[in-house]
T-cell receptor, first 108, second 114 residues
Framework: EDQVTQSPEALRLQEGESSSLNCSYT??????LFWYRQDPGKGPEFLFT???AGEEKEKERLKATLTKKESFLHITAPKPEDSATYLC?????????FGTGTRLKVLA | SQTIHQWPATLVQPVGSPLSLECTVE??????LYWYRQAAGRGLQLLFY??????ISSEVPQNLSASRPQDRQFILSSKKLLLSDSGFYLC?????????????FGQGTRLTVV
């Protein structure tokens, strides 16, 4: 069965304290591993798509990496405005399988 | 640029009433379209997806239905709402761009069935 698991469920960081979020996946015929940011009460905001083990993509303080079983979202020197829920999803032929997200809180 | 419109933003409906949520996409043609439901503390649950006009695939047996009357219009409906239909409903579309698939969401509809 296709499954995506994210850890930790919640994470509190001090401003400037770098960390990583984990996304473990089992998706048959994977056609992309997606990362999103979601603010409360809003729709998810697209961040990255990764396809191949070893692939990396960066955007501002965020860097996403991919292995054959996991993806990591690295947050370097986070700021309070990075506080949000981060979702990952594995895409099959058309279906996206989402994890339950990591709630990130960055304290000033 | 491509945008997605979803409305209404919030909705309170009595049990047994009908439902119609609409989503439209601008700036692209023949998008794949999706309806998701997000319950508190849970991941997004795919409800329906469509790869073209009139083509609907249902992922979860339930009290809801979807239709795609036009290329860039996707509608989520119910004839009689249940309390369990409450949740945050999200429309999404994806496209192949710059050698990669990108998938975008609307701002969601918060549905409360009372």
């Amino acid at each position: 069965e296709d499954q995506v698991t994210q850890s930790p469920e919640a994470l509190r960081l001090q401003e400037g304290e770098s960390s990583s979020l984990n996304c473990s996946y089992t998706v048959s015929g994977l056609r992309g591993l997606f990362w999103y940011r979601q603010d409360p009460g809003k729709g998810p905001e697209f961040l990255f798509t990764l396809y191949s083990a070893g692939e990396e993509k960066e955007k501002e303080r965020l860097k996403a990496t991919l292995t054959k079983k996991e993806s990591f979202l690295h947050i370097t020197a986070p700021k309070p405005e990075d506080s949000a829920t981060y979702l990952c999803a594995g895409r099959g032929t058309y279906k996206y399988i989402f994890g339950t997200g990591t709630r990130l809180k960055v304290l000033a | 640029s491509q945008t997605i419109h979803q409305w209404p933003a919030t909705l309170v409906q009595p049990v047994g009433s009908p439902l119609s949520l609409e989503c439209t996409v601008e700036g692209t043609s023949n998008p794949n379209l999706y309806w998701y439901r997000q319950a508190a503390g849970r991941g997004l649950q795919l409800l329906f997806y469509s790869v073209g006009i009139g083509q609907i695939s249902s992922e979860v047996p339930q009290n809801l239905s979807a239709s795609r009357p036009q290329d860039r219009q996707f509608i989520l409906s119910s004839k009689k709402l249940l309390l369990s239909d409450s949740g945050f409903y999200l429309c999404a579309w994806d496209t192949w761009r710059g050698g990669s698939t990108e998938a975008f969401f609307g701002q969601g509809t918060r549905l409360t069935v009372v």
